[in-house]
């Protein structure tokens, strides 16, 4: 061993003395010839190693570059299939059951359409031409404020012609961001950033255009058109499937739902037919309308026999007119039932959506102050809730509702916000009391942010989760309580609400006039529901499958 020792001593000596001798990256490189007692174990080298005895040693460009090539690998086997948000557990917890699924799909194509209402029913006609005069009406009375009087119904209209392929285009563009290969979070973060810049300006086109609009004058194209063809004009009408708008009225009262469309014979034809003045060309006509009980189906052989300017001079004239089916019926005031309860989509959904979203925010608010600052905050703000959840509710929104002299829908969105607001502060202080010990918000308040912040932007995100469960079901409840307030004679009456259908069809006792809009109501109210009870089903660890 001291033999041993005295050796390395002189070869560092050696070394000392001749630097020029030392070891280069180039010896260091080199195989060290080891003594047989001294190989390397094959155990302990990697698979496929060489195991003669001989090693390797190397320096710090080779480390750099297995450093690199391991990162390398470590990122591609990462890819964003296994970069897994919390939002993707929850949508894929919620996609597993098929009930919800399938429910949110049943409220896509609700709000689907309402967006496009105008499309399928509208008296004004996408293209217009009489003598070689073209223009586009129904493009023109989306915004025009004597056809579309609620604003309710212009920002659909926006969301239709503006809204939509916006949206399309913002699809194309995050998908294309995939396509380049743009890692999922990144991606989402653009998508959310430029998801806000795309909402922001549809609300500030909304105010501006309500600021701006004004009403044209109002024409019957339909009208027009066989005062056109009477006297010999060329005239071509292109219109959506039901030439019905909500607010046309003119219709044979509390008639049952038809699926066909019809000549109907008016009074001044009945007369001319008493009295044996009606013309020879349209006395056969008439006789045969009254004898088919005043309405024959257009397809019907007494019809189709008779020349087409025979029926536009006849409808002219006001002898008859072209009648189209009613699907639903008719209600009291001679209006189409499913082209009312069609626009009233917009209302409930919107009434559902802002007023929610109104008590929403008052309890978010409330409750948060009241969970991170305990103390008086908390006693001050509990008694408020107490207070407020004493008072009968809906007695408060129908004497409130009572006291104004012409209720709009925003009058109602407004009521409803101001009124339900407690449960969510409830819950959102109960989720602080729980959150605002953790260790995160302690290393937040140790970073100096300040109060704002450490509410908003670190608690709230995690004690959200309840209060979407909440106003999911409040869309549901809101569109209940509107249809009641409209049941009563409270609600818009410039509005077509389905529970003003439901008060006529009640005062009436027409059952089409009940059927329809109360199957309207548990539809969209069921709907809501599932959704509520699958996303609490998604975000409860407890229940995830």
Request: charge should be negative; avoid cysteine.
């Amino acid at each position: 061993m001291s033999d041993k020792h005295d050796r390395d001593e002189a070869e560092a000596a050696k070394a000392e003395k001749d630097p020029s001798e030392s070891p280069t990256d180039a010896d260091v490189r080199a195989p060290l010839d080891l003594e047989p007692d001294e190989s390397i174990g094959g155990d302990l080298l990697p698979e496929g190693a060489s195991t003669t005895g001989k090693v390797s040693v190397m320096v710090v460009g080779d480390i750099e570059a297995e450093l690199t090539a391991l990162l390398e690998a470590d990122s591609a086997a990462t890819n964003d299939d296994n970069d897994l948000t919390y939002g993707d557990i929850v949508w894929t917890q919620f996609k597993k059951n098929r009930v919800a699924y399938i429910s949110l799909w049943g409220l896509g194509v609700l709000f689907s359409l309402a967006t496009f209402a105008p499309a399928l029913a509208s008296t004004r006609p996408f293209f217009w031409s009489l003598d070689g005069a073209t223009s586009l009406p129904w493009l023109a009375s989306l915004f025009d404020r004597n056809f579309f009087e609620n604003p309710v119904d212009l920002f659909f209209n926006l969301l239709m012609i503006v809204g939509a392929p916006l949206l399309l285009a913002w699809i194309v563009r995050i998908r294309g961001f995939a396509k380049k290969g743009m890692r999922k979070r990144p991606r989402r973060r653009q998508m959310v950033k430029e998801g806000r810049y795309l909402a922001g300006g549809l609300v500030a086109l909304f105010v501006v255009l309500l600021m701006t609009l004004d009403g044209s004058e109002y024409r019957q194209y339909p009208v027009e058109e066989l005062e056109a063809q009477v006297a010999g004009e060329e005239v071509t009408a292109v219109y959506p499937p039901f030439q019905v708008d909500a607010r046309m009225t003119g219709f044979s009262s509390l008639e049952k739902p038809r699926s066909f469309r019809a000549i109907r014979l008016l009074g001044k034809g009945r007369r001319l037919l008493k009295k044996g003045q009606a013309d020879a060309t349209v006395g056969p006509l008439l006789t045969a309308l009254q004898e088919g009980g005043g309405m024959l189906p257009v397809s019907d052989a007494a019809i189709t026999s008779v020349d087409p300017m025979v029926l536009a001079k006849a409808a002219s004239e006001g002898l008859l007119k072209t009648d189209p089916a009613h699907i639903l019926g008719v209600d009291q005031s001679t209006r189409d039932v499913a082209v009312r309860l069609l626009y009233g989509t917009r209302i409930s959904l919107t009434i559902g959506v802002i007023a929610v979203s109104i008590y929403v925010t008052i309890g978010i608010i409330l409750g948060a102050l009241a969970g991170f600052f305990g103390g008086r905050v908390d006693i001050g703000i509990q008694r408020v809730i107490e207070i407020t959840m004493a008072l009968p509710t809906f007695f408060v929104i129908i004497t409130l509702a009572a006291f104004l002299e012409e209720p709009s829908i925003f009058h109602i969105m407004l009521i409803i916000g101001l009124v339900r607001w407690t449960g969510v502060a409830r819950l959102t202080r109960g989720e602080f009391l729980r959150l605002r010990n953790q260790e995160f918000v302690l290393a937040a308040t140790a970073l100096g942010y300040p109060t704002r912040r450490i509410i908003f932007e670190h608690i709230l995100p995690n004690a959200v989760a309840p209060v979407l469960v909440a106003a999911t079901f409040g869309v549901a409840s809101a569109i209940l309580l509107e249809s009641t307030l409209s049941f009563l004679g409270l609600g818009d009456l410039s509005a077509p609400s389905w529970g003003q259908t439901l008060a006529e069809g009640y005062a009436s006792g027409s059952w089409h006039l009940i059927l329809a809009p109360g199957f309207a109501i548990f539809v969209t109210v069921s709907l809501l529901n599932l959704v509520g009870e699958g996303l609490r089903d998604a975000l409860d660890p407890k229940l995830r499958k």
